[in-house]
């Protein structure tokens, strides 16, 4: 009869540390419930403030790409002037050299 004592003694220390157990549990699972997880966000904006200044940088850097592109393209010339006066007056000068030449052969 001890011997059986002694199990449900042992049983029954076993069951309260378990009910302990979960007890203990219960009143975590309701703390972590109630707690709100807050993330470290320094890290990170760091990180974002340094791409928003390169961003930013290649951004005007773009900028002035596109100003001096359009100051080129408003500059470009597909001819030199000079060349556009010599075709023009020898033009002319074709044109009335030709009209001197047929009078001179009509008459």
């Not at 975590?28 to 928003?52: A, C, F, P, Q």
């Not at 900028?63 to 100051?71: L, Q």
């Not at 080129?72 to 009335?96: D, E, M, R």
Request: proline share 1%; hydrophobic share 45%; net charge neutral.
């Amino acid at each position: 009869m001890t011997k059986l004592e002694e199990l449900t003694a042992l049983l029954v220390n076993e069951i309260n540390d378990f009910k302990s157990g979960v007890d203990k549990l219960e009143k975590m699972n309701e703390y972590l419930k109630d707690t709100k997880i807050k993330i470290d966000l320094t890290d990170y904006k760091s990180i974002i403030e340094k791409h928003e200044q390169k961003m930013v940088s290649h951004t005007k850097a773009i900028e002035r790409f596109e100003s001096r592109f359009e100051n080129k393209i408003n500059q470009a010339k597909i001819y030199p002037t000079w060349a556009v006066v010599v075709f023009i007056v020898s033009v002319l000068l074709g044109v009335v050299f030709s009209f001197l030449f047929f009078l001179n052969i009509i008459s």
